[in-house]
């Protein structure tokens, strides 16, 4: 059973050496990104490697391999997509400005608003600062709609006892 395995890593690492550089090229073609080919690349084959006895047994195995790497771009610019979305979500209501606004009052908001667990304020400043609904403050994040109800409640009550009921009332708009 040894050999077999020794087989399969000899078999592997001479595929590696063979096919890598190609791989890489193929995608940093396909990206357009020099920088993120190589990890690519390294993510294909380990992919290939934990499927190795498929790939090995495949009529194209190089085929195949160039495959996995097709799959793995097509994930990273879906991805890049997503969080072009959320960024725009952001930025859409970013052209709200207030006049004198009152810098203690600012700075301690700021610093409540920094105590709470990062999802707990993404939740509350979306949907209070940037009055997102439910659903798209869930679609910014990419977290279901009932998580998004539950962090922002429990991050408004975490704001209430460090701000005073009144200070987190104002930020949420007189809205609970």
């Known amino acids: 059973m040894g050999i077999a395995v020794d087989d399969s890593a000899t078999e ?19 990206t357009g990104e020099a920088d993120g ?21 495949a009529d194209h195995p190089v085929a195949y391999a160039r495959g ?20 725009a979500l952001f930025w859409d209501r970013r052209s709200e400005r207030f006049d004198d606004p009152d810098v203690p009052v600012v700075v301690d908001v700021q610093s409540a608003l920094r105590a709470l667990p990062f999802r707990k304020r ?3 400043v979306l949907r209070h600062a940037f009055d997102l609904s439910e659903r798209d403050t869930a679609l910014a994040l990419g977290i279901s709609v009932g998580t998004v109800k539950s ?11 460090l701000l005073g009921p009144q200070a987190a009332t104002a930020l949420a708009g007189g809205r609970k």
Do not use: P
Not at 15 to 28: K, M, N, T
């Open 151 to 161: 962090q922002t409640s429990k991050g408004m009550a975490e704001l209430q006892s």
């Open 37 to 57: 080919a190589d990890d690519l690349a390294a993510d294909a084959m380990v992919a290939l490697w934990h499927r190795w006895d498929r790939v090995r047994a």
């Open 12 to 30: 592997f690492h001479d595929f590696f050496e063979r096919h890598y550089v190609e791989l890489a090229r193929l995608a940093h073609m396909l």
């Open 122 to 124: 993404a939740c509350v």
């Open 68 to 87: 996995v790497v097709a799959n793995l771009v097509r994930s990273r610019i879906r991805g890049a997509v997503r969080e072009r979305r959320r960024i």
